[in-house]
């Protein structure tokens, strides 16, 4: 196959991005990503559409999505959805098909091309989306990432009192084993992280993602201070 070809590899990417490739494409294609061309053409499929996420007319998802978000996390979700997890259901009305409407392509003329793929392959991007709450359960941050991506869309949804000499660190809890270090969340309203590895194989396992401050960059297998924020981190497909 000619990966070469520039509009072959942008269809790859895309669709990889996506999450509908096969398996073994998918594993053929994870390959050829350290090549640099097949690199960018991923990374700019993830920075198309991170701001779609936080940016899709509110969408209110049925019942039968808030239980399985409980049943997969083990918590009560349904009825926080009345009150801060409503600022989840943008992210959520993402994964139901808003993607796809003239609102959208307005806003992203640029997207144009994740339209044609949404008719084409009926499927909507795979993600993952977790939304941090502080003790008195305020919505504070939201962050995203497609399921095979390196790049971590971040938005404050109110602002973070981060003590002069911090920084926010963004921490995954696995469901076995220590806290590890997702990145520093950045002080703008709007922002994105790179990833060490793609969101499955940083987050398959991660039910609940916190932030901590820090005094910087906390180093490999570090403990972290007390948390400020805690949320759950939920699959959408």
Not at 95 to 103: S, W
């Amino acid at each position: 196959m000619k990966y070469d070809d520039p509009e072959l590899l942008d269809r790859l990417a895309a669709a990889y991005v996506f999450g509908s490739l096969s398996s073994r494409a998918r594993r053929r294609f994870e390959r050829l990503r350290e090549r640099p061309a097949v690199e960018k053409a991923v990374l700019d499929w993830e920075r198309r559409l991170m701001p779609l996420s936080v940016s899709v007319p509110s969408e209110r998802p049925p019942t039968r999505v808030w239980d399985a978000i409980d049943e997969r996390t083990g918590g009560d979700v349904r009825r926080a959805s009345t009150g801060s997890w409503g600022w989840l259901r943008p992210a959520l009305g993402f994964a139901f098909g808003v993607l796809a409407t003239l609102g959208v392509i307005r806003l992203f003329p640029e997207a144009m091309p994740i339209e044609a793929i949404v008719q084409e392959r009926g499927t909507l991007p795979q993600s993952y989306v977790g939304l941090l709450t502080d003790a008195q359960n305020n919505a504070v941050l939201l962050a995203s990432s497609t399921r095979y991506g390196r790049i971590l869309s971040v938005k404050r949804l109110r602002p973070m009192d981060v003590p002069s000499g911090r920084v926010a660190v963004l921490w995954a809890l696995p469901r076995d084993g220590a806290p590890f270090v997702v990145g520093v969340v950045p002080p703008a309203e709007k922002a994105t992280l790179t990833l060490a590895d793609t969101s499955e194989k940083l987050f398959s396992n991660v039910p609940r993602l916190a932030v901590s401050f820090e005094i910087g960059a906390p180093a490999p297998g570090a403990t972290p201070s007390p948390f400020v924020l805690t949320g759950h981190c939920v699959k959408l497909w």
